[in-house]
T-cell receptor
């Protein structure tokens, strides 16, 4: 069983819709939770970063962490065609040697104009 | 402009050839990483470095080797390429005190025939 599970998609939505992405994980030692966005033929870029449980909002993006359920989510409001990309969740333990991140496989999102 | 660079972006090579994938960053980061990513799959850490003359193997076993003679430079070498090495290789870096924000290069897509 993978430590981090993520639906590969693709998730296709019309422009302006809310995009809902999630990951589940099995390792209760994870304390740091991140969402990366990866455009085609590019490297991932950090979108959101959350420590422990709770919500975090940044513009159109909201990240939620529910440690009791081992479940994290990313919501994109008023989605735009430029949001079309693969979204990767990533996690780390408090004192991860070498800052090792454990990634999900990514969900491909298509926002249609 | 501070950035992280990878060359070549694409490489098609025959079996048995020696190859070196270049990675350079201009951000002065101490920590650097190499990941391997297959289409639709997770990023897997294959090598990391805390600083000059420091290299460690990651979670995924790899026949590649790395060196860190200068802070800004972290090349990856395959002595004898095989078709099983076909993949995308991503280089990343982070500040020494940063827990989890890793900055990624654009990647090198390697195809071994």
């Amino acid at each position: 069983q993978k430590e981090v599970e993520q639906d590969p998609g693709p998730l296709s939505v019309p422009e302006g819709a809310i995009v809902s992405l999630n990951c589940t994980y099995s390792n209760s030692a994870f304390q740091y939770f991140m969402w990366y966005r990866q455009y085609s033929r590019k490297g991932p870029e950090l979108l959101m970063y959350t420590y422990s449980s709770g919500n975090k909002e940044d513009g159109r993006f909201t990240a939620q962490v529910d440690k009791s359920s081992k479940y994290i989510s990313l919501f994109i409001r008023d989605s735009q065609p430029s949001d079309s990309a693969t979204y990767l969740c990533a996690m780390a333990m408090v004192k991860a040697a070498g800052n090792k991140l454990t990634f999900g496989g990514g969900t491909r999102v298509l926002v249609k104009p | 402009e501070a950035d992280i660079y990878q060359t070549p972006r694409y490489l098609v090579i025959g079996t048995g050839k020696k190859i070196t994938l270049e990675c350079s960053q201009t951000m002065g980061h101490d920590k650097m990483y190499w990941y391997q990513q297959d289409p639709g799959m997770e990023l897997h850490l294959i090598h990391y470095s805390y600083g000059v003359n420091s290299t460690e193997k990651g979670d995924l076993s790899s026949e590649s080797t790395v060196s860190r003679i200068r802070t800004e430079h972290f090349p990856l070498t395959l002595e004898s390429a095989r078709p099983s090495h076909t993949s995308q290789y991503l280089c990343a870096s982070s500040e020494y005190d940063s827990q989890n924000e890793q900055f990624f290069g654009p990647g090198t897509r390697l195809t071994v025939l």
